[in-house]
């Protein structure tokens, strides 16, 4: 349903480097970058190459909580997100698990990001 996310962060080279760490799991990777002032405008991926989540930096100091919900291709990916958010020290929101309130076999787990942020790594199973 949706084509592409761009998020505003106030660190782009901080910001891009927490997500590449974090979400490697399930294959994100960045793939395209262009200078924009004195920062940068980036496109990350997943396997299929194509850059549907960009990063840039904020045009303002206003901040508002954004969830996204990024695709694990199976369980241990989700746990894999966990650890790595872990290991880099990020808050984790909620540890993995089962959510049949979303629906059977939803499995996340979810994160604050740099910015605060609620970023989430979920496989649907069945």
């Not at 080279?13 to 002032?37: H, W």
């Not at 930096?57 to 894999?80: K, Q």
């Amino acid at each position: 349903m949706l084509d592409h996310v761009g998020v505003q962060v106030a660190d782009v080279e901080a910001s891009l480097a927490f997500y590449l760490r974090t979400f490697a799991a399930i294959g994100m990777r960045e793939v395209m970058r262009f200078p924009l002032g004195d920062s940068f405008v980036v496109g990350l991926s997943g396997a299929d190459g194509i850059p549907d989540f960009w990063l840039a930096p904020t045009t303002g100091s206003e901040t508002r909580e954004l969830h996204l919900a990024f695709g694990a291709p199976d369980r241990p990916a989700v746990d894999a997100v966990h650890d790595a958010a872990v290991t880099s020290g990020a808050e984790v929101l909620h540890a993995p698990r089962e959510w049949p309130e979303y629906h059977p076999g939803y499995y996340g787990v979810f994160l604050r990001d740099l910015d605060g942020h609620n970023v989430e790594a979920v496989h649907h199973g069945s």
